[in-house]
């Protein structure tokens, strides 16, 4: 899950969800997150992945984007490459996952409840790739998000401040760092979006 996603009704996940969602075992992190001043490499790493993943897929790739804080320059972050892949039908995981295997990629998340997200884990570089079906509206809430950070010095300030002040905590899973973070991320994308256009 990404730290920018935004969970049903904002609600943060329970332990019993993220073991529900979790292919395989769910690791505790039980640690404070590791952020790292902004890395000019990181669209060098997205570049490589986007062209792993274009080469396993082929014509399945209707979209992909770099997201996530790794893609806002002179924002600190996890050094984690945050990937958003469209594809016709992300419930068929036939179509997608299996090539995406072959290459090494391992799908970790499975939320048929929202948006029908999956998620897998890329291999030789950090990355997470957030698969969605077509014209999904979290697709366009993370690129606006993504984008507003970008182009608002204060909104990216006003992030940064957040993340750090909760990256110092001890959290027992990321997403529970990641839903701390929700009350900013949506007024940051209340801003990007227009109230009351969400």
């Given at each position: 899950?990404s730290?920018?996603?935004?969970?049903?009704?904002?609600?943060?996940?329970?332990?019993?969800?993220?073991?529900?969602?979790?292919?395989?075992?769910?690791?505790?992190?039980?640690?404070?997150?590791?952020?790292?001043?902004?890395?000019?490499?990181?669209p060098?790493?997205?570049a490589?992945?986007?062209?792993?993943?274009?080469?396993?897929?082929?014509?399945e790739?209707?979209?992909?984007?770099?997201?996530?804080?790794?893609?806002?320059?002179?924002?600190?972050?996890?050094?984690?490459?945050?990937?958003?892949?469209?594809?016709?039908?992300?419930?068929?995981?036939?179509?997608?996952?299996?090539?995406?295997?072959?290459?090494?990629?391992?799908?970790?998340?499975?939320?048929?409840?929202?948006?029908?997200h999956?998620?897998?884990?890329?291999?030789?570089?950090?990355?997470?790739?957030?698969?969605?079906?077509?014209?999904?509206?979290?697709?366009?809430?993370?690129?606006?998000?993504?984008?507003?950070?970008?182009?608002?010095?204060?909104?990216?300030?006003?992030?940064?401040?957040t993340?750090?002040?909760?990256?110092?905590?001890?959290?027992?899973?990321?997403?529970?760092?990641?839903?701390?973070?929700?009350?900013?991320?949506?007024?940051?994308?209340?801003?990007?979006?227009?109230?009351?256009?969400?």
């Amino acid at each position: 899950m990404s730290d920018e996603e935004q969970r049903p009704n904002g609600i943060p996940a329970t332990e019993e969800r993220l073991v529900a969602a979790t292919v395989g075992k769910i690791v505790p992190l039980n640690k404070t997150i590791d952020l790292e001043p902004y890395n000019p490499q990181w669209p060098f790493l997205y570049a490589r992945l986007e062209a792993q993943i274009r080469d396993a897929l082929g014509a399945e790739v209707l979209m992909i984007e770099h997201a996530g804080s790794t893609s806002v320059p002179g924002l600190s972050a996890k050094p984690v490459i945050d990937v958003v892949l469209a594809v016709l039908d992300s419930a068929d995981e036939s179509a997608y996952v299996p090539p995406l295997e072959r290459s090494g990629y391992v799908l970790r998340i499975r939320e048929p409840d929202w948006f029908e997200h999956r998620m897998l884990k890329s291999p030789g570089i950090d990355g997470n790739i957030h698969v969605f079906s077509r014209s999904c509206q979290e697709i366009s809430r993370m690129l606006a998000f993504r984008d507003r950070l970008r182009s608002n010095e204060d909104d990216r300030k006003l992030y940064e401040r957040t993340k750090q002040e909760l990256a110092a905590r001890t959290w027992k899973y990321m997403q529970n760092y990641a839903d701390a973070k929700s009350k900013v991320v949506r007024e940051i994308l209340d801003r990007a979006l227009g109230a009351g256009n969400r």
